[in-house]
């Protein structure tokens, strides 16, 4: 996998103190492209000047452009948003939280971290369902490879997250969970970011694995809900006083 080496200089020119950020996206679900950007997630925290005042600071910075060729878009969410995101069962910003393509990191990065088992719910479940109906619905709309792949990427994430409690997003380690031509449709993908996916019949098998998925929540040994959240609490408390 090849990420650019200037990735590490990205946090310290942004505009408030990271408490992270990592790669997601294709990088992160172990089918990047050659033509890939880097999609580049994380957490900012806003000075307690910019939470208490008239004039608070941004919940959220979105930024997208191009450095040596590359398209980056970073989105950064500030810490209070991201925790409760955190424990409002978003699978999105668990694996952004998750991911081991860390290119920034700090001691809050570690207590979220560490906190982050106490987020995980049989209800994640709806979010990956939802995941997979959209990306399935827009590869009917295309053809492309890339919905297709996520299609099962997200199922197949779903299933593992709801049978282990372990939150994987690389397809490749999960192809266990997926059809036996789906590591084909990887290395194809490799290829072309926007290829058009090769003439097979997915629908009957992205079917089973919705089942599979769902049948996986109702019998989850996951929580009903998350059990951290006066430590988050706690952690925010004590991040926000620290910028005084």
């Known amino acids: 996998m090849n990420l650019p080496a200037w990735l590490p200089e990205i946090p310290g020119e942004q505009p408030y103190p990271l408490v992270f950020a990592t790669v997601s996206g ?3 679900y172990g089918f990047p492209s050659a033509d890939s950007d880097v999609d580049l997630r994380g957490v900012h925290v806003l000075p ?11 919940a959220t910075l979105d930024r997208t452009w191009t ?15 991201f925790c409760g995101l955190l424990l409002n069962r978003n699978g999105y910003v668990l694996e952004q939280l998750l991911s081991p393509l860390v290119v920034s990191s700090s001691p ?10 106490g987020c995980l719910t049989r209800h994640h479940a709806h979010h990956y369902l939802g995941f997979a109906r959209t ?11 890339k919905p297709l792949l996520y299609t099962f990427r997200v199922l197949a994430t779903g299933i593992h997250l709801m049978r282990t ?22 290395a194809a993908k490799r290829d072309a970011e926007h290829g058009r996916a090769p003439a097979i019949n997915a629908a009957a098998d992205v079917a089973s694995l919705t089942a599979s998925l769902e049948a996986a929540r109702d019998s989850s040994p996951l929580p009903e809900a998350a ?3 006066d430590a988050m609490h ?5 991040a926000r006083l620290a910028t005084a």
């Not at 910019?50 to 004039?55: F, K, P, W």
């Not at 990306?135 to 490879?145: A, I, S, T, V, Y």
């Not at 409690?165 to 990887?186: C, I, K, M, N, R």
């Open 227 to 229: 059990t951290v959240r």
């Open 67 to 81: 450095r040596d060729g590359v398209e980056v878009d970073l989105v950064t969410h500030d810490l209070a948003k």
């Open 48 to 58: 307690l000047r910019e939470i208490v005042g008239l004039r608070t600071g941004p």
């Open 165 to 186: 409690g372990e939150l994987d997003a690389d397809l490749t380690h999960l192809f266990g969970y997926v059809p036996a031509y789906v590591p084909d449709l990887v």
């Open 234 to 238: 706690d952690l925010v408390v004590r």
């Open 135 to 145: 990306q399935w619905r827009l590869f009917e709309k295309n053809g492309e490879l």
């Open 26 to 28: 294709a990088h992160l």
């Open 108 to 117: 809050l990065h570690e207590e979220l971290t560490a906190l982050a088992p």
